[in-house]
């Protein structure tokens, strides 16, 4: 088992930054491919950056060249760097761990913390 808790969400202006951190527990991380995944008010949930156990990256289109995911697995946490902030990142952004960057990928999830991007 893994427990996963984000923090750092909040509101921010667009074109705005924030950086959002997932502490992990129980089971180490490093086994497991981390993700953010997001949910917008009345959407699905969707995929917005992974990296894997060896260091590769994935990201949504939508976030390429402005979010940056990073990893330290001797402390167990995964960071998301979120820059050029836009109204349409507004969602609760959860941190996800297990063996590939889907939703259906991942076996463990924490409870999310909310981005809001005001206009």
């Known amino acids: 088992q893994v427990q996963l808790v984000e923090s750092g969400g909040g509101l921010v202006q667009a074109g705005g930054s924030l950086r959002l951190s997932c502490a992990a527990s129980?089971?180490?991380?490093?086994?497991?491919?981390m993700g953010w995944f997001r949910q917008a008010p009345g959407k699905e949930r969707e995929f917005v950056v992974a990296?894997?156990?060896?260091?590769?990256?994935y990201y949504a289109d939508s976030v390429k060249g402005r979010f940056t995911i990073s990893r330290d697995n001797a402390k167990n946490t995964v960071d998301l760097q979120m820059n050029s902030l836009k109204p349409e990142d507004t969602a609760v952004y959860y941190c996800a761990a297990g063996r590939m960057y889907t939703v259906v990928g991942m076996d463990y999830w924490g409870k999310g913390t909310l981005v809001t991007v005001s206009s």
């Open positions: 129980g089971r180490t991380s490093s086994s497991y491919t």
């Open positions: 990296i894997s156990r060896s260091g590769s990256t």
